[in-house]
């Protein structure tokens, strides 16, 4: 059974070419030995093409939008102006806290 599956038979192919009976088959063999009635099963639909199957059809056409200018793009402050101030504040706040913690390491750090 699984040879013939993996030479490329579907799951009905392959059952009737192996044991004579198709997934149907084996359905109604495995109810009678449990000893159930058989089921109606309705006949196989005809099958179809995929390419009778409708798609989606795109409506509209792709529209070219601008992209906005980056933030890099942007102007740079000039030193004059109030928000060039916070930036050069924040360095002389930070500046001497950082010197002070790296004379500490160099001092702790054994030789």
Partial sequence: MLLTLAAGNT???ALQ???GFNVD??????????????????????????ALVPTIVPQGAP???PTP????????PSPDS?????????????????LVALFQWRKRRPS
């Fill in 17 to 19: 070419e192996v044991y």
């Fill in 82 to 98: 109030p928000g060039a101030v916070l930036p050069a504040l924040c360095n002389l706040l930070v500046l001497p806290p950082a």
């Fill in 11 to 13: 799951y009905d192919e």
């Fill in 63 to 65: 529209v070219s939008v």
């Fill in 69 to 76: 200018p980056s933030a890099a793009a942007t102007a740079v």
């Fill in 25 to 50: 088959g084996l359905e109604q063999a495995w109810r009678a030995s449990l000893g159930l009635a058989p089921r109606d099963i309705p006949p196989t639909p005809t099958p179809f093409s995929a």
